[in-house]
């Protein structure tokens, strides 16, 4: 699989457009870089001549929801994507809604997000069983191992958590006859993950994890830490600080005119 970022901000698609007089993945699409192993995170501010095509190439998108929220990008157009064919899958890209790489809060994020797709209530919106999908099987080919995991069928690796749905499940107003994949959608959280199993080995037991030294790895790197930036970093973080305001003065306006038409519309000023 290529992994790359695509039109992450309103500014690379602008960019683009300067730059090679033609949107973005049209330009990419003439380096042969539209195709089924290629997998964008992000892919916030593409057109829908763009999608057209990406659905063709049947190419995987991954949609990091509060990333793109926490970086002010705006909202992956997941429903029309998906729409065309495009496989879409969930990342976390280190900045989940609680900033703890929580990727089952991270999957309840990124269903909700998407049933604003549209205030057509006639239109299904996302289903639980779509966003599992999405962390799941869409995963797994996003990350090259289509086939081999994303899936518990035989032939395919031994991947597998168990979820204690006791929290889940304990207050009162919850219909004992949940349907799981609902219930863990809705409420679960990471930390209901018991068992974790990788390619037939158990990993994490009881919550606890088999294979790695956590409090010790937590320690390393505390004091990791606690050495502060080296000079050559905090020289560099200086020139950062001293930059940004000259290169949003000059993006600024860049956007002007791109971003009038979106996909999904949330709200209106008349
Ligand atoms: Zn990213």
Redesign the pocket.
């Known amino acids: 699989m290529i992994h790359m970022?695509l039109l992450?901000s309103p500014v690379h698609k602008a960019w683009g457009r300067r730059r090679h007089k033609k949107p973005t993945v049209f330009w990419l699409d003439d380096l042969g870089l539209v195709a089924e192993d290629c997998a964008y995170?992000?892919a916030i501010h593409v057109t829908e001549p763009e999608i057209a095509l990406m659905g063709r190439r049947r190419v995987t998108v991954t949609s990091?929801p509060s990333?793109n929220f926490h970086m002010r990008n705006g909202i992956t157009p997941v429903m029309p994507l998906r729409a065309v064919g495009v496989n879409v899958a969930m990342?976390l890209?280190d900045k989940t809604i609680n900033d703890d790489e929580d990727a089952v809060m991270e999957l309840r994020m990124m269903h909700k997000v998407h049933r604003l797709d549209t205030y057509e209530l006639t239109n299904p919106p996302l289903g639980a069983y779509e966003a599992l999908e999405m962390a799941t099987v869409n995963g797994a080919k996003a990350a090259g191992f289509a086939g081999r995991t994303g899936a518990l069928l035989p032939g395919m690796k031994a991947d597998a958590i168990l979820v204690d749905l006791d929290r889940v499940a304990r207050d009162p107003w919850i219909d004992p006859k949940f349907d799981i994949a609902d219930a863990f959608v809705e409420r679960a959280m990471g930390s209901d993950v018991a068992t974790v199993v990788v390619g037939g080995k158990v990993v994490i037991e009881d919550r606890r994890p088999l294979t790695i030294d956590v409090d010790g790895l937590y320690r390393e790197i505390r004091a990791f830490c606690a050495k502060g930036l080296t000079p050559e970093q905090r020289a560099r973080a200086d020139l950062l600080a001293r930059v940004k305001p000259h290169a949003q003065t000059w993006y600024a306006g860049w956007h002007d005119g791109l971003v009038d038409r979106p996909f999904y519309r949330v709200n209106s000023r008349g």
């Open positions: 970022h992450q995170g992000h990091h990333c990342g890209d």
